[in-house]
């Protein structure tokens, strides 16, 4: 039994030298993502109830007149309201976990797309 462990030993320290192993090198695969989505423990999940609240804050004082929403808002929570209520999808919604996974891409594109502008409205209604 030692004799095999040894020789597993040897076999994992002798691959060691093919990999590139320095905190300070970024991997390829974090290449093409944001700095939010590379270092997930940074995100504060919690955010998200606020920025709901704020986005249903905004779409109320806009029906009021209070606040101008922007074109590309609307634009883009019309189309994710859509998709997300449409019996068409990517991956219907009867496959267990990929049916939803394509649903949740969209809102969490759709949040990217808008959070400026609800950060500008978080500002103006500061003010």
């Known amino acids: 039994m030692e004799k095999i462990d040894n020789v597993r030993t040897k076999q994992i320290e002798a691959n060691l030298e093919h990999f590139n192993i320095s905190p300070n090198k970024v991997s390829d695969t974090s290449m093409g993502f944001p700095e939010e989505v590379r270092d997930y423990r940074s995100t504060d999940f919690r955010n998200i109830w606020d920025y709901l609240g704020l986005l249903f804050s905004m779409l109320l004082d806009s029906f009021k007149g209070k606040y101008p929403l922007p074109k590309k808002t ?9 998709y997300l209520i449409s019996p068409v999808d990517i991956a219907p919604d009867i496959f267990p976990v990929i049916g939803f996974a394509d649903d949740i891409a969209v809102l969490a594109f759709a949040a990217s797309l808008i959070k400026g502008d609800l950060e500008n409205y978080r500002v103006w209604k500061n003010e």
């Open 74 to 82: 609307l634009f883009v929570i019309t189309f994710a309201l859509l």
